[in-house]
């Protein structure tokens, strides 16, 4: 069983940045890993995504150039790094495991998640 916990979400200004953390527990890292985000009144979508692999990253166009996904093995962490934050980012954001080896981006592709943290981004 894995256990996902993610932290440092809160409130930032238009332009600002915020680096969100997912704490592993259980059996880590053995597959790849993603972040999601779901914003009220919308479907949960793909942010970004980090294979297990060969380490390659995958990013939704909305983020590209803005939002960096990384690891720490030793602590059992998966960050995604928001710079260049907009209004449009405000969101849950989820972290979760993969049952695949390679990138996923799909829901249903991911078997563990995280309970969230709120990211709210004011203009």
């Known amino acids: 069983q894995v256990q996902l916990v993610e932290s440092g979400g809160g409130l930032v200004q238009a332009g600002g940045s915020l680096r969100l953390s997912c704490v592993a527990s259980?059996?880590?890292?053995?597959?790849?890993m993603g972040w999601f985000r779901q914003a009220p009144g919308k479907e949960r979508e793909f942010v970004a995504a980090l294979s297990k692999s060969d380490g390659t990253t995958l990013y939704a166009d909305s983020v590209k150039g803005r939002f960096t996904i990384s690891r720490d093995n030793a602590k059992n962490t998966v960050y995604l790094q928001m710079n260049s934050l907009k209004p449009e980012d405000t969101a849950v954001y989820y972290c979760a495991e993969s049952y695949r080896l390679r990138i996923a981006v799909t829901i249903n592709e991911y078997s563990y998640w995280g309970q969230g943290t709120q990211v709210t981004v004011s203009s």
């Open positions: 259980g059996r880590t890292f053995t597959y790849s």
